[in-house]
Structure formats: structure tokens, C-alpha cells
Nanobody
Framework: QVHVVESGGDLVQPGGSLRLSCAAS????????MAWYRQAPGKQREWVAD???????DYADSVKGRFTITEDNAKNTMYLQMNSLKPEDTAVYYC?????????WGQGTLVTVSS
């Protein structure tokens, strides 16, 4: 059974950087599209970025040019490098692994951008 676990959330000042990690329970990147979502207080969960088995990446307009999604196949870990963070990036960030047969969510990791 596939599991994913996020880590790396923290309190960071505006303009700062943070890297989130999503550790998968096995070698799944060849068969799952991996994605990051986030949910801010009082708002719906929104898609942030994803990377498909072919390595193609896509980003929400709100994070394009600031966030980078990558995968390390040797470590079965996906990352989200977040630069130039803004207060509106404050949210619980969720890792998602999906294919036509299954969708798996992590428990989330909290990112707070505040001075």
C-alpha cells in the first residue's frame, strides 16, 4: 500500500525560503503523478504544483517562478523548494500521489509566513 509523509513545514519570514519533503513508501514516481496542494485557514484546498512520471512539471500561477517541484528517485522523496515566500503562502501543505487507480494524501505540514 502506498503512503506519503510530508515534512519541513516551519515559521519563516516574508521573503524567506523553505523546502518541503514528501517521502513515499516505495518507488512510485514512475507510476504516480506527484503533487503539492495547500489549504489556508478558512479556504478550500488548492493545487500548487505537480510532476508527472515523465518529469513534466506544472505550477499554479500564484507560485510560478518562486516554487520548484523536484523528485529524488534514489530517496523516493519529492520536494517543494519555496523561495520569496509571502504571507499569503501560509497554509497546510499536502503531498498527493495519484494515478487512474488510486489517490493518496499525506497528513500535511504547516507553513507559516510571518514577521
Amino acid at each position: 500500500q502506498v503512503h506519503v509523509v510530508e515534512s519541513g513545514g516551519d515559521l519563516v519570514q516574508p521573503g524567506g525560503s523553505l523546502r518541503l519533503s514528501c517521502a513515499a513508501s516505495g518507488s512510485i514516481f514512475d507510476s504516480y503523478t506527484m503533487a503539492w496542494y495547500r489549504q489556508a485557514p478558512g479556504k478550500q484546498r488548492e493545487w500548487v504544483a505537480d510532476i508527472n512520471p515523465g518529469g513534466h512539471t506544472d505550477y499554479a500561477d500564484s507560485v510560478k517562478g518562486r516554487f520548484t517541484i523536484t523528485e529524488d528517485n534514489a530517496k523516493n522523496t519529492m520536494y517543494l523548494q519555496m523561495n520569496s515566500l509571502k504571507p499569503e503562502d501560509t497554509a497546510v501543505y499536502y503531498c498527493n500521489a495519484g494515478n487512474p487507480r488510486r489517490i493518496v494524501w499525506g497528513q500535511g505540514t504547516l507553513v507559516t509566513v510571518s514577521s
